[in-house]
C-alpha cells in the first residue's frame, strides 16, 4: 500500500493552502495586539468569532454544492431564488450568532474578571456584519466558480472558506475596534 | 407531475422520525433520488429557505460558540503570558484551524467507510483505516512543524527575535498539542462514529460538529495548560 498516495497529496496541498490563511490571520492578531488582544475580554471573543464565520460559510457552501451536484441550483446564475434564500439566512444567522457571543464576552468578563466592557457587544455585531458583507457573497461566487470549472466544491471550499474566514474576520474586528 | 407536487408537500411536513415513508414510496415509484427528494423537501420552490436553515443550524452554531468562548475564557486567564509569545498568537487561528480541518477529514473519510459497509466490527483491524489515520497523523505532525517554523519567521522578521530556548518550547507545544487532540478526535469519531451508524443515522451530521468542537475547546484549554507548565 503506497503511503504518500493520491490522498495524502490532496490534504497536504489542501492544509498547506488554508495554513497560510491562518497565517496570515495569526500575524494580524500579532501585529495588532496591543490594539485587540488587549481590550478585556477580546480573548473570549476571538475564537468564537472565527468558529462562527467558517461554520455559517462552510455550512452554505456545502449546502450550495449539493444543490450544484443534485441539478437543483443552476451554476450560471446567481440571482436565483435558493441563493438569495442561503444568502438572507446566512446573514440572520451571523447577527444573531454574534449578538450571543458578544453576550457571552461581556457576560464572563463582568462576572469573572470584573470589567464592564459592553463595547464587546457592539464590535461583535458590526465585525459580524462586515465579515458577513465580505465572506458569505465570496462562498457563494466561489462555490459556483469552482463547479463551473469541472471542481468538487466540497474538496475545496472547508479549507477555503475556513482560512478566508479566519482573514475576514480579524480585518472585520479591527475596522469594528476603530468605529467604536 | 401533479400527483408528485401533491406528495412532495405531504412531505415537507412531515416530522422526521427514522425514515419518511414518502421518501421511500417517491423514490420507488418515479426512480427519483433519496437525496432529490430530501433536498428538494428542505429547499424546494415552496419551502421557506431562510427559515428552514435558521432553524436547524441556529441552536448547534450557538452550541458551538459557547464552547467556543469557554475555550477562548482559559487564553484570556493567561493573557499576560500568551502576548508576550507572539509566534503563540500568530500560532493560535493556525492550530484551531489546522486541527479543526484533518478532524472534518477523519470524520468524513469514516462516515464514508461506514456507509460503504467497509468497517464490520473492529474498525482497528481495517487496513484502510488504520492507514488513513497514520496518514493524518503524520501529515499533522509536518504541518504543525512547517506552521511553527513560519510563526517564528514571521515573529522575527517583525521585529520580535527569538532565542532558541523559546523556538524550541514553541516546537515542543506545537507537537504535544497536535499528537494529543489529534489522538483524542481519532478516538471520538472513530467511537462516536460506529455509534451512530449502529443507530442507523448518517455520522456526517454529527461529527463534524462534535470533532470542531471538541478541536476549540481542547486546543485553547490544552495551549494555556502547556503555556502555564512550559513558560
Known amino acids: 500500500m503506497d503511503f504518500m498516495d493520491r490522498n495524502f497529496k490532496e490534504i497536504f496541498a489542501a492544509q498547506l493552502l488554508a495554513i497560510i490563511g491562518f497565517l496570515v490571520a495569526g500575524s494580524l ?14 480573548l473570549i471573543l476571538i475564537p468564537g468569532f472565527l468558529e462562527m464565520r467558517g461554520n455559517i460559510s462552510g455550512t452554505l457552501a456545502a449546502r450550495l454544492s449539493s444543490g450544484l451536484f443534485l441539478g437543483v441550483i443552476d451554476p450560471t446564475k446567481r440571482k436565483t431564488r435558493a441563493i438569495h434564500g442561503n444568502l438572507l439566512a446566512s446573514f440572520i444567522l451571523s447577527i444573531v450568532v454574534c449578538l450571543a457571543l458578544g453576550l ?47 471542481h468538487d466544491p466540497h474538496n475545496i471550499m472547508g ?12 480585518i472585520a474586528l479591527l475596522i469594528a475596534m476603530v468605529i467604536v | 407531475m401533479r400527483l408528485f407536487h401533491q406528495h412532495l408537500q405531504k412531505l415537507k411536513f412531515l416530522e422526521r422520525k427514522k425514515h419518511h415513508p414518502l421518501v421511500h ?37 450557538l452550541l458551538a460558540s459557547v464552547i467556543s468562548s469557554f475555550g477562548g475564557l482559559s487564553l484570556e486567564y493567561i493573557k499576560s503570558t500568551l502576548v508576550s509569545i507572539i509566534p503563540l498568537i500568530i500560532l ?74 523559546l523556538a524550541s518550547k514553541v516546537m ?34 454529527f461529527l463534524i460538529p462534535i470533532t470542531t468542537s471538541i478541536t476549540d475547546l481542547g486546543n485553547m484549554v490544552l495551549l494555556s495548560v502547556l503555556i502555564v507548565l512550559i513558560f
Open chain 2, 172 to 205: 515542543f507545544i506545537v507537537i504535544l498539542d497536535v499528537i494529543l487532540l489529534i489522538g483524542i478526535l481519532m478516538l471520538v469519531s472513530t467511537s462516536a462514529g460506529v455509534y451512530f451508524f449502529s443507530k442507523e443515522e448518517d455520522p456526517n451530521n
Open chain 2, 25 to 61: 414510496q417517491l423514490h420507488k415509484k418515479y426512480g427519483i433520488s433519496k437525496k432529490t427528494l430530501f433536498y428538494m423537501k428542505e429547499y424546494g420552490p415552496h419551502a421557506n429557505i431562510p427559515r428552514t436553515i435558521i432553524r436547524e443550524s441556529l441552536g448547534i452554531l
Open chain 1, 104 to 150: 457571552i464576552a461581556f457576560a464572563l468578563s463582568f462576572f469573572l474578571f470584573k470589567v464592564y466592557m459592553p463595547k464587546l457587544i457592539l464590535m461583535s455585531l458590526i465585525a459580524g456584519f462586515i465579515s458577513n458583507l465580505i465572506e458569505s457573497p465570496l462562498a457563494v461566487v466561489s462555490t459556483l466558480y469552482f463547479y463551473r470549472k469541472g
Open chain 2, 92 to 165: 493560535l487561528p493556525v492550530l484551531n484551524g489546522m486541527i479543526g480541518n484533518y478532524g472534518i477529514i477523519m470524520s468524513s473519510k469514516f462516515s464514508t467507510m461506514l456507509h460503504e459497509g467497509k468497517i464490520k466490527g473492529r474498525w482497528w483491524v481495517v487496513s484502510s483505516i488504520r492507514k488513513l489515520f497514520m496518514q493524518i497523523f503524520v501529515l499533522a505532525i509536518i504541518t504543525g512543524l512547517l506552521s511553527a517554523i513560519a510563526a517564528l519567521a514571521i515573529s522575527s522578521i517583525s521585529g520580535h527575535p527569538f532565542t532558541s530556548m
Open chain 1, 159 to 170: 479549507p477555503f472558506v475556513t482560512a478566508v474566514g479566519d482573514v475576514s474576520s480579524i
Open chain 1, 29 to 42: 492578531l500579532a501585529f495588532y495586539t496591543e490594539k485587540l488582544l488587549l481590550i478585556p475580554g477580546m
